[in-house]
């Protein structure tokens, strides 16, 4: 892909439950594929805040091809993705990199996650839309 230039801003999808939260924009010449408009749930931006995370850091990470704490199969399928337009799906756990190697992988879901999906591009190529998450939201 060309380089990118991608300009974002982040809202919740539901402003009567989420506090307000300042625009980020996202400057690459790296990105992966486009994004489309970013929204992102409530419980999503609330559990990033409550957790003093940036939701700018993690759709950086999403679009450079940083899938976070997918599983190889899945980080396989999001490479594959970025190639044939096919949806992109980043889990990103909220806690210090020394805290998510000592969680063995089958008890991972316990820890506070937003995940980032990016819906498969349309007949034209179009991806319209990112989404961050909570699995619970999904």
């Known amino acids: 892909m060309p380089s990118t230039t991608e300009s974002c801003s982040v809202r919740a999808t539901d402003t009567t439950t989420a506090p307000a939260q300042p625009s980020a924009t996202i400057i ?7 994004l489309g408009q970013i929204v992102a749930t409530p ?3 609330a559990l990033l805040q409550q957790h003093q995370r940036s939701a700018a850091s993690l759709i950086a990470r999403h679009v450079h091809g940083d ?5 190889p199969e899945d980080a396989a399928l999001n ?3 970025v ?10 756990r909220l ?4 805290k998510l190697r000592a ?3 089958s008890r991972r879901s316990s820890l506070p996650t937003v995940w980032i999906i990016t819906d498969a591009a349309d007949d034209n190529g179009v991806r319209h839309c990112s989404t961050l998450l909570l699995p619970e939201d999904y």
């Not at 899938?67 to 599983?71: E, M, V, Y």
Request: proline share 3%; hydrophobic share 40%.
């Open 67 to 71: 899938w976070g704490d997918t599983d």
């Open 28 to 34: 690459t010449t790296a990105a992966k594929f486009r």
């Open 95 to 98: 806690v210090d990199a020394e």
């Open 83 to 92: 190639e044939d337009g096919s949806r992109i799906l980043s889990v990103y």
């Open 43 to 45: 419980a999503a931006l």
């Open 103 to 105: 969680t063995p992988r």
């Open 79 to 81: 490479d594959m993705a």
